[in-house]
């Protein structure tokens, strides 16, 4: 079976491996090209040839730029998922600091108000019975 551009790219689009941003593209075509330029240069050593030698640098400098921006592309990565649990953290922080107490408070008030209104009934029965 053989995959047209399309299709493969509307499959990586649906599982998500599609790059979608500027730098995740350039990465990945700095990558390929890297690995072209690799794959040319072991083909140039196998036959001999004295331009294989010469790649040895562009394979380098193309290798050290795509890894200077998928670490870029991976900082991104994390930096949203530790904001997110970050994120969810504070909530639940406000929550406990803004919320909880005013429960509390309202719990308590409730409690007292209950207390005091039994107390008052109690004295109205007891002074009505003398």
Do not use: H
């Not at 690799?38 to 196998?46: I, K």
């Amino acid at each position: 079976m053989q995959l047209s551009y399309q299709q493969l790219r509307r499959r990586s689009m649906e599982v998500g491996l599609w790059p979608e941003g500027r730098i995740s593209r350039i990465a990945c075509y700095t990558l390929a090209l890297a690995g072209g330029l690799f794959l040319l240069q072991s083909l140039f050593d196998l036959l001999k040839v004295a331009w294989g030698q010469s790649l040895g640098g562009w394979v380098a400098f193309l290798a050290f730029i795509a890894a200077i921006l998928f670490s870029i592309l991976a900082f991104r990565w994390l930096k949203v998922r530790i904001l997110w649990r970050l994120r969810n953290r504070l909530i639940v922080t406000y929550v406990f600091i803004g919320v909880i107490p005013v429960v509390l408070l309202v719990a308590l008030a409730s409690i007292t108000i209950y207390l005091f209104a039994g107390q008052f009934a109690s004295f109205v029965v007891t002074s009505e019975i003398k």
